[in-house]
T-cell receptor, first 114, second 112 residues
Framework: AQSVTQPDIHITVSEGASLELRCNYS??????LFWYVQSPGQGLQLLLK??????LVQGIKGFEAEFKRSQSSFNLRKPSVHWSDAAEYFC????????????FGQGTELSVKP | DAGITQSPRYKITETGRQVTLMCHQT?????MFWYRQDLGHGLRLIYY???????DKGEVPDGYVVSRSKTENFPLTLESATRSQTSVYFC???????????FGPGTRLTVT
């Protein structure tokens, strides 16, 4: 079955600290992987995406993610968190054989301590 | 305005009533999607459309109806609303060649 797991429902980090949000997926074909961010009361904004090529991808707002096929993971990282990064983060997987439909994880809520 | 818009942004309705949520995009994207977002479930796909007059069910289609007579519009109708359909609904779209989906601002629906 195709699925996305975000093991951490809620994470709290101090401002300036590094961040890693975990994402594991199960997908039967070559996956396209995405990270979206949702600020309170807002829609989802794409942070970054991986289709092929370099397994370390850079996104907006200083975020990056690394695709590890052997671990079926696509973890999101940021070296220094800002208070404005507090939001909910969603990992998603999709592919050409599914008509481009995305399967989302349950989300990780990030809180940032001053 | 360019982009993807949803209306209304907030809606309160009573059990048993019909309600339609509107979604409009200005990019001429061929694909459009409806999701619902509930605590503990992330986003779940209700229906999607690959082009005008082509729609298909997603993960949670029961109780919902969609149509797509024009490329830019993708309305979602709850024919007889139930309390379990209280949720935040997001519309999204993407082009035929790019798998990146663009999301609208959402509609918060409360069924009393």
């Amino acid at each position: 079955a195709q699925s996305v797991t975000q093991p951490d429902i809620h994470i709290t980090v101090s401002e300036g600290a590094s961040l890693e949000l975990r994402c594991n997926y199960s997908y039967g074909a070559t996956p396209y992987l995405f990270w979206y961010v949702q600020s309170p009361g807002q829609g989802l904004q794409l942070l970054l995406k991986y289709f092929s090529g370099d397994t370390l991808v850079q996104g907006i707002k200083g975020f990056e993610a690394e695709f590890k096929r052997s671990q079926s993971s696509f973890n999101l990282r940021k070296p220094s968190v800002h208070w404005s990064d507090a939001a909910e983060y969603f990992c998603a997987v999709g592919g050409g054989n599914q008509g481009g439909k995305l399967i989302f994880g349950q989300g990780t809520e990030l809180s940032v301590k001053p | 305005d360019a982009g993807i818009t949803q209306s209304p942004r907030y809606k309160i309705t009573e059990t048993g009533r019909q309600v339609t949520l509107m979604c409009h995009q200005t990019w001429s994207h061929s694909y459009m999607f409806w999701y619902r977002q509930d605590l503990g479930h992330g986003l779940r796909l209700i229906y999607y459309s690959a082009a005008a007059d082509i729609t298909d069910k997603g993960e949670v289609p029961d109780g919902y109806v969609v149509s797509r007579s024009k490329t830019e519009n993708f309305p979602l109708t709850l024919e007889s609303a139930t309390r379990s359909q209280t949720s935040v609904y997001f519309c999204a779209s993407r082009s035929g060649t790019n798998y990146e989906q663009y999301f609208g601002p959402g509609t918060r629906l409360t069924v009393t």
